[in-house]
C-alpha cells in the first residue's frame, strides 16, 4: 500500500480537481501520474541472454526499469516487448502485455501471433501479395490466404536483430537494427532498419523508427504488444474503455483487405471518438474489431491517436503517433490454442492491439498516404504509449 505523504495529498487533491472539471473537459478517462516507487532509486538498465535460436545465435533480453516500478522487457528477437510491468491505482504492479515466458514459445508459429514485436517491411496486408511500382509489378510472399500480411513468411518479427543499450536523460532503452536485404520475401532493396525502445522516468514507452533502402520500396512498420491493461490472462478486455481520435476508417472485404473507401464512423459500431467498452457494440462487428482507423491530424506530426481505461484497475494508456492511422485489432483470432506467460490460456478478446502504421495495402490505393520509400529519404516515425492512473 502507498504511505500517505504530502505528495498523495497533492496528488489526492489533484484528482479530486480533475474529476470536477472531468465531464466538461476531457475526452476518456485521463489519468494521474504514477508516484514514486519505494526501493526504486533511478532509471536502470540490465542485458542478459535469452536462450539460442536453432541455429546457435543468441538472443539478448534487455530489462528497462524507471523509478515508478515501470519495467519493460525486451529481447532482440522479433525486437519484442516480451512483458511490460506498470503499476495499477493501488502501487500493484502487473504485467500488461501477453506473451511466453520463454524464447519457445515465441519460436513456435502456432503460439506466437506477433506477440509484442515490431512488424515488417510492411504491417498489416496488401492484396495478393502484388503491387505495382515505378512501372515494376512485384510479388511478394504470400502467408494469409493469397494475400501478404505482417511482411510474410519471415517478417521483421521473426529474425535477430543487433541491439545495444542507450541511455539519455530521463530515458533508457535499447536500440535494434536489421538490415532486410534486397529482395527479402519479395521487397525491392536493401533496407537499413533501426528501431529504438525508450522507457522513460515521464512512464512512457517510446518507439522511434528509421529506415533507408537504395532502391524504392513499401515500407510500414508497427509494434505488436496485445495489450490487457488489467494484467496478462486476467479475462478478456471488453470492459476496457477506449477512446480512438479518428473519424474516419478503412472498411474491408472478407480476406480483411481495404475496399479503398473511407468512411465516417459516425453513427457505427466504429465511433470511438467519445469513449465507450470495446464490448459495447462488438457483437455488430462481423468476427470483431480488426480495421484501420484514420486519425485526425496532420501524418508526421505527434497527436493523441487513442486512449484506453481499465476501469478495476485504474491503469490509462494513451498512445500518440506520427502516423496517419492505427489498426485497433480486438484479439479476435485469439482461441484458447495458446498458453501464455504463467500458465495463461489466451482465449478470444483476452488482448487488444492499437498498431500505429499507414493504412493497409497502400501500394494498391493510391489516395492512401504514400508508403514508399525512395533512395535519399529518410522514413520515421514515432509513437508514445503513456501511462498513468485513475482514481
Ligand atoms: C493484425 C491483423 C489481424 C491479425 C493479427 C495477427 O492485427 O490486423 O488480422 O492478422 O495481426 O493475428
Redesign the pocket.
Known amino acids: 500500500m502507498m504511505k500517505m505523504g504530502p505528495l498523495t495529498i497533492v496528488l489526492a487533491i489533484t484528482g479530486m480537481a480533475i474529476l470536477l472539471v472531468a465531464p466538461f473537459s476531457c475526452k476518456g478517462k485521463k489519468g494521474e501520474p504514477i508516484p514514486t516507487m519505494e526501493g526504486i532509486a533511478k532509471m536502470d538498465i540490465q542485458r542478459q541472454p535469452f536462450g539460442n535460436l536453432p541455429d546457435g545465435s543468441q538472443v539478448e533480453l534487455f530489462t528497462l526499469t524507471n523509478s515508478h516500478g515501470l519495467k519493460a522487457r525486451i529481447m532482440n528477437y522479433g525486437a519484442t516487448v516480451i512483458s511490460l510491468d506498470v503499476p495499477d491505482r493501488n502501487g500493484q504492479r502487473g504485467d500488461i502485455v501477453l506473451g511466453h515466458d520463454s524464447l519457445e514459445g515465441y519460436l513456435s508459429p502456432a503460439q506466437n501471433?506477433?506477440f509484442g514485436s515490431i512488424v515488417g517491411r510492411y504491417g498489416?496486408r496488401i492484396a495478393r501479395g502484388r503491387f505495382i511500382l515505378d512501372g515494376v509489378e512485384y510479388q511478394l510472399a504470400t502467408n494469409?490466404g493469397p494475400n501478404h500480411?505482417?511482411g510474410g513468411l519471415k517478417g521483421f518479427d521473426k529474425v535477430l536483430w543487433t541491439s545495444e543499450p542507450v541511455q539519455e536523460e530521463g530515458a533508457v532503452g535499447v536500440k535494434l537494427r536489421y538490415l532486410s536485404p534486397d529482395g527479402e520475401e519479395g521487397y525491392p532493396g536493401n533496407l537499413t532498419v533501426t528501431v529504438i525502445y525508450w522507457l522513460t522516468d515521464e512512464d512512457e514507452l517510446k518507439i522511434a523508427y528509421e529506415a533507408e533502402s537504395d532502391k524504392p520500396t513499401p515500407v510500414n512498420l508497427t509494434h505488436?504488444s496485445y495489450f490487457n491493461l488489467a494484467g496478462q490472462g486476467q479475462g478478456d478486455v471488453l470492459g476496457h474503455e477506449l477512446m480512438l481520435n479518428a473519424d474516419y476508417f478503412t472498411p474491408v472485404d472478407e480476406e480483411?483487405i481495404p475496399t479503398g473507401e473511407i468512411r465516417p464512423v459516425a453513427g457505427t459500431p466504429w465511433d470511438f471518438t467519445k469513449p465507450k467498452p470495446i464490448g459495447a457494440e462488438i457483437a455488430a462487428v462481423p468476427g470483431g474489431y480488426?480495421h484501420n482507423f484514420v486519425l485526425r491530424g496532420e501524418t508526421g506530426t505527434l497527436k493523441l491517436a487513442a486512449r484506453v481505461h481499465e476501469p478495476s484497475t485504474g491503469r490509462v494508456m494513451e498512445i500518440y503517433t506520427t502516423e496517419p492511422g492505427v489498426?485497433f485489432?480486438s484479439g479476435n483470432?485469439l482461441d484458447g490454442t495458446i498458453t501464455g506467460k504463467g500458465g495463461k490460456v489466451y482465449q478470444k478478446h483476452f488482448g487488444f492491439?492499437l498498431?500505429t502504421q499507414h493504412f493497409p495495402d497502400s501500394p494498391n490505393h493510391p489516395h492512401f498516404p504514400s508508403t514508399i520509400l525512395r533512395p535519399g529519404q529518410k522514413y520515421t516515425s514515432l509513437t508514445i504509449h503513456k501511462f498513468s492512473i485513475s482514481s
Do not use: A, G, M, S
Open positions: 501471433p506477433y498489416n494469409i500480411l505482417h505488436h480483411l480488426d489498426q485489432y483470432f492491439c498498431e
